[in-house]
Each structure stands twice: as structure tokens, then as C-alpha cells.
């Protein structure tokens, strides 16, 4: 078992920046991979961001190449997705989970590759 809480959300305008954390605890973090997600009012739940284990992978929605950087630090069992140059429509609650899987691209951006899942953070982007 694994228990992830979600910090960093927040109300923040068009072009600012947020830095989400998701502190993890339980089973070893180091050996899963980390993943975010978001999910928008009226929406389905969106693949944002993955970091593999060992940090050696990581993987990035259209959406966010460019502007949100996934990293970990697994001496603190933390991950993180460094947010910037945010758009309204970024404004979603974020998730992050984590998976055993090793894979591609197509695994990560799965939800149903994730065993563990966080509560969520709410980020707010007005224009």
C-alpha cells in the first residue's frame, strides 16, 4: 500500500507557474513509477506526466511538453511537476499515482497502469 498526498495547487494567473508535490508513504517509493494526471469539470481524467523509476524515462502529454517538468526525489519518497506558463485550460484537479509497470509511452499515459492514486490538489488558471 501506498498513501500520496498532493500539495502546491492554487489560484494563479495566465503565464504564472505552480509547482505540485506529491509526498508519498507506505511500501518503497523508489521502486514505482510516478505518474499526474488531471481531470477538468465535465471531463475525463487526462494523462498530464509520468517519471519512470530510477528517473530514467520520463514522458509528457502534448499539452504539457514544453511548459510542466515531472522529476522525483526518492530520498524524500516525494515527486513533483514543475507547472509553467499556465493556461486556463490547465485548470483542473491534479493527481498523481504511481505504477509497477515498466513500459512505453502508452503504458505510463494509462490510468489503468496505476495501482495507487492521491487525493488530488486543485489548480486554478484565470485569464
Known amino acids: 500500500q501506498v498513501h500520496l498526498v498532493e500539495s502546491g495547487g492554487g489560484l494563479v494567473q495566465a503565464g504564472g507557474s505552480l509547482a505540485l508535490s506529491c509526498n508519498a508513504s507506505?511500501?518503497?517509493?523508489?521502486?514505482?513509477?510516478v505518474g499526474w494526471f488531471r481531470q477538468a469539470p465535465g471531463k475525463d481524467r487526462e494523462f498530464v506526466a509520468a517519471?519512470?523509476?530510477?528517473?530514467?524515462?520520463?514522458y509528457y502529454a502534448d499539452s504539457a511538453k514544453g511548459r510542466f517538468t515531472v522529476s522525483r526525489d526518492d530520498a524524500k519518497n516525494m515527486g513533483f511537476l514543475q507547472m509553467t506558463n499556465l493556461k486556463p485550460e490547465d485548470t483542473a484537479v491534479y493527481y498523481c499515482?504511481?505504477?509497477?509497470?515498466?513500459?512505453?509511452?502508452?503504458?505510463?499515459?494509462?490510468?489503468?497502469?496505476?495501482?495507487?492514486w492521491g487525493q488530488g490538489t486543485q489548480v486554478t488558471v484565470s485569464s
Open positions: 499515482a504511481t505504477t509497477s509497470i515498466i513500459g512505453s509511452y502508452y503504458a505510463y499515459s494509462a490510468g489503468s497502469s496505476y495501482n495507487f
Open positions: 507506505g511500501r518503497a517509493f523508489v521502486v514505482y513509477g
Open positions: 517519471i519512470t523509476r530510477n528517473s530514467r524515462n520520463t
